[in-house]
């Protein structure tokens, strides 16, 4: 892949040359790639414990324009493992705290919430505009919804998902390789149908899997390294152990394949 730093250095202020400091000793970052993340636009559906993790680090790291879409508000049981939130913030919407927590890292930076679930009807609206889409939700339906928006506006789907002690982490694009409803179908989907609500989640574990996520999301951006496109990484946090899966696409797929 092209190196970012390569290009011309783009003009970066004193205060960001000072901030990202370690991102622009990077040969595979530098000052045109840390320009390319200020100029980037990541959406994170789900402001909970995956997407905590993920938009701490997107913030920290320097996008320039981070969506969040949230319908719920700040809970005392979503604290043990929801970074962005706190005490202080209980009751409140999750986006205006995500929103609040994050203006603390990067006042720069911008942000755009909609504390509505998202649907059908305003994925399209919401998603406009955004380079990669972090799948930071626990349930099965607004799983497809994003990958379906990703199929249809040509763009990654960086998936996780947390439960119990394990976690698992890829990248979707149809494009490159398999889409979620490839590597997981109906007849996967409806074994596993529980939510972390139902069966528990470790409190570290979203947050590993988040800042995973937050990571490819980064590369994705930069265009470096290996996007997930191909594998999917597994997590067991009671052994401590990563595995990896090989993964295809499916040419029947009801939404990628051939005859979708």
Sequence with gaps: MANPSASPDPILSPADAIRFARHL??????????????????L??????LGSSALLHLAASGIGRIGIVDPDTVALDNLHRQLLHGMSTLGTAKVDSARRRLAEIDPAMIVETHPVSLTE?????????????VDGTDNLPARRLINR???????????????RFEGQLAV????????????????????????PAQTGVFGPLPGSIGTLQALEALKLVLAIGEPRYDRLLTFDGL?????????KKNPKCPECGSKP
């Design 239 to 247: 052994s401590g152990t990563f595995g990896e899966i090989r993964i």
């Design 25 to 42: 000793r990077l040969p595979e970052v530098g000052a045109p790639g840390q320009a390319k993340l200020r100029a980037a636009g990541v």
């Design 44 to 49: 994170v559906v789900g402001a909970g414990g």
């Design 121 to 133: 009807e305003n994925a399209l609206e919401i998603a406009d505009g955004f380079d990669v889409i």
């Design 172 to 195: 979707f694009d149809a494009r490159f390789g398999p889409c979620y409803r490839c590597v997981f179908p109906d007849s996967i989907e409806v074994e596993s149908t529980e939510s």
């Design 149 to 163: 928006i990703c199929i249809r506006t040509e763009r990654p789907m960086v998936f996780g998902s947390a439960q």
